[in-house]
């Protein structure tokens, strides 16, 4: 374990469906994030949270929606996805310092697959 | 826009063979360059290099960035099987509370016995 647990590890759903990925870390971090990945693409960023200040990727489809209760844990909301979604998404976390950071800490992922 | 490009995309080598993974970037305000090795699901934090010249070492991995060409070299010596795996490469620019990385496509390394 990295210290960040994802679950579920993995998750089928229908394009009608409504399920949440959660996130948690146990590191003191203070950002946490969301990425996609997909096959022969680069880890693509989806969402921040740092220093209590969310940030988001423009080009995320509305039917993601994250949350992040507080800095250990971070939720992505998913409704109405479309095969093309199917991938594998990583959460991570980072120490941020507001000048830098110090390298992320990955989960291990939760592969997501629309039916 | 910001980017990382890493090559060769794939590389197939034998036990005990010597290799070279690239990592080319263009970002604005570069802060460091950071690589990741993921095996199965989650990368795992290999080294992080901010200045340029001063080579980083762990066990039979090295790397070294060169701020003037925009580069960084992850070099990998008597490989074992076990070092196969996608080495990621991300750039990380110099912004505020936004800790954000941009990631190359990675370079998927097998290495046969």
């Known amino acids: 374990e990295t210290g960040v647990t994802q679950t579920p590890r993995h998750l089928v759903m229908g394009m009608t469906n409504k399920k949440s990925l959660k996130c948690e870390q146990h590191?003191?971090?203070?950002?946490m994030y969301w990425y996609k990945q997909s096959a022969k693409k680069p880890l693509e960023l989806m969402f921040v949270?740092?220093?209590?200040?969310?940030?988001e990727n423009n080009s995320v489809p509305s039917r993601f929606s994250p949350e992040c209760p507080n800095s250990s844990h971070l939720f992505l909301h998913l409704h109405t996805l479309q095969p093309e979604d199917s991938a594998l998404y990583l959460c991570?976390?980072?120490?941020?310092?507001?000048?830098?950071?110090?390298?992320?800490?990955f989960g291990s992922g939760t592969r997501l697959t629309v039916v | 826009e910001d980017k990382v490009v890493q090559s060769p995309l794939s590389l197939v080598v034998h036990e005990g063979d010597t290799v070279t993974l690239n990592c080319s970037y263009e970002?604005?305000?570069?802060?460091?360059l950071l690589w990741y090795k993921q095996e199965k699901k989650a990368p795992t934090f290999l080294f992080m290099l901010?200045?340029?010249?001063i080579e980083k070492k762990s066990g039979r991995l090295s790397s070294i960035l060169d701020k003037k060409e925009l580069f960084s070299i992850l070099n990998i010596t008597a490989t074992q099987t076990g070092d196969s795996a996608v080495y990621l490469c991300?750039?990380?620019?110099?912004?505020?509370?936004?800790?954000?990385?941009?990631f190359g496509k990675g370079t998927k390394l097998t290495v046969n016995p």
């Open positions: 590191l003191g971090h203070n950002a």
């Open positions: 970002v604005t305000n570069f802060r460091s």
């Open positions: 901010t200045s340029s010249g």
């Open positions: 991300a750039v990380g620019p110099r912004q505020g509370g936004s800790e954000k990385l941009v």
């Open positions: 991570a976390s980072s120490q941020a310092t507001g000048g830098g950071h110090y390298g992320y800490t």
């Open positions: 949270y740092s220093l209590e200040e969310r940030v």
